[in-house]
């Protein structure tokens, strides 16, 4: 082997060992460049290959000539004289090439099979379109869909995020990450809890709102184990950790359970449920709680509601204790008006109607009469006109009630006789007529 041959060689192997590429896929690659360089040549062959002696580094050069089915019948060594200058400058450019393409191959092989793997990373840049994390040998990319809304990433920052998918492109393995997908909060937890890395402990279902509210229900898997304080840990130390990379947002843990019930009261806490009544049709689940636990167990802007809805499957409707007696007394199809009673500036209470207008005092409520001006339309003025209409009405009914009794009497009193007179006695107020009588006994005279 001539010293050239050696220094090809040692410099190959060196190549090889720096880049993590083995010496036989660098000879192949360098093999084909020297055919089509070959074939450029005029006299070149219609068939050719070339050969790479490993140990040598000899090339060589053979033409080749084939039948109708490809196979080679005849084969002769056609290794032109200045070869070693053509095979120097191909090899060059072919291993360089070369190079290049198997570290995009192995980048790519590396982060192919780590979808929904967590990963470490360093911001690099941001943008209003997404942010780049160097994760050491790539960059991987975090678009603005996946990011949580309120966070900030600052350069040199370090960041753990969730692969989402891994493309494989003509510049490399692209890397998509995400920090406000659900599976973040599994990977962060089987990075602090070593009994659901052994499967002693299970995360059976998560629901997360991203920035705000996590919860995850858990299984064991072994009854010495409780799933819950593993998963917190000592005074809240594990899920601390998780809490801190999340930047604040709040994780609750709760445990899993086979039926729905207890999954559904598990996954309302912190509010306690008194009843849960499940219609399998809709698959819905009303939620009986007390009047003092309503609004814990909706949340903020219902979002306890929508995550334990999220985490168990169920439609959850929830209802007071008062609701449901409502319900069931009869009172639910009703309308009522929609409004609240108020003190006004002079302490008085007066109902305020909940699409304007002006209020109506106690009294007027009470009375139904009129409400004060601009309460046009208002339920309370709609009351004061029906009660106003029947008072009318009943007004009109007794009047008329009363000249009927008074003719009757005037009726009656005409048709009554007096006795010893053989007429009628006169109506009250009514002229009387003056009869001139003799006294009884006496004859005339």
């Not at 056609?78 to 053509?86: A, C, L, M, S, V």
């Not at 570290?103 to 982060?111: G, V």
């Not at 510049?171 to 809890?193: A, D, N, T, W, Y």
Request: hydrophobic share 40%.
């Amino acid at each position: 082997m001539s010293k050239t041959n050696f220094e090809f060689l040692d410099a190959l192997g060196q190549i090889a060992r720096d880049k993590g590429i083995s010496v036989e896929t660098l000879l192949d690659a360098l093999a084909n460049a020297l055919v089509a360089a070959y074939k450029r040549r005029p006299d070149a062959a219609e068939e050719a290959v070339v050969t790479i002696d490993p140990d040598s580094g000899e090339i060589r050069v053979y033409g080749q000539e084939l039948d109708e089915d490809g196979n080679v019948i005849r084969e002769w060594d056609d290794t032109p004289n200045d070869f070693g200058r053509i095979a120097a400058q191909t090899a060059k450019q072919v291993i360089l090439q070369r190079i290049r393409e198997v570290e995009r191959d192995l980048k790519y092989e590396e982060y192919a099979g780590r979808e929904g793997d967590i990963v470490t990373g360093i911001v690099q840049q941001t943008d209003n379109r997404y942010t780049l994390l160097d994760l050491g040998k790539v960059e991987a990319l975090l678009p603005q869909a996946e990011q949580v809304s309120y966070e900030r990433y600052e350069h040199g920052a370090r960041l753990k995020a969730y692969i989402v998918e891994v493309r494989k492109t003509t510049k490399g393995p692209q890397i998509v990450v995400s920090r406000s997908h659900p599976g973040l909060i599994k990977r962060l937890f089987e990075l602090e809890v070593p009994e659901i890395s052994s499967g002693a402990v299970e995360i059976k279902a998560a629901a997360r709102e991203p920035g705000h509210r996590t919860k995850i229900a858990v299984w064991s898997n072994d009854p010495n184990v409780d799933p819950v304080g593993a998963c917190v840990g000592a005074r809240g130390s594990r899920v601390r950790m998780v809490t801190n990379e999340l930047r604040g947002e709040r994780v609750d843990v709760v445990p899993y359970s086979d039926d729905p019930v207890e999954l559904i009261q598990s996954a309302l806490a912190p509010a306690r449920v008194r009843e849960v009544r499940l219609d399998d049709d809709t698959g819905t689940a009303t939620v009986i709680v007390s009047d003092y636990q309503l609004s814990l167990a909706i949340g903020k802007e219902g979002q306890n509601a929508r995550l334990a809805a999220r985490l168990t499957g169920w439609r959850i409707d929830i209802k007071s204790e008062t609701q449901l007696a409502e319900e069931e007394s009869g009172y639910a199809g009703e309308e009522w008006a929609e409004g609240e009673w108020i003190q006004n500036e002079a302490g008085e209470m007066v109902w305020q109607p909940a699409e304007g207008g002006s209020a109506v005092s106690a009294t007027e409520w009470a009375e139904g009469a009129e409400g004060a001006e601009g309460t046009e339309g208002t339920e309370g003025e709609a009351v004061a006109e029906l009660v106003a209409e029947d008072v009318a009405e009943s007004e009109v009914e007794a009047v008329e009630d009363a000249v009927a009794v008074e003719e009757a009497a005037a009726v009656a009193a005409e048709e009554i006789e007096i006795p010893g007179t053989g007429g009628t006695e006169a109506a009250e107020g009514a002229p009387s007529a003056e009869v001139d009588r003799e006294p009884a006994g006496e004859a005339p005279a």
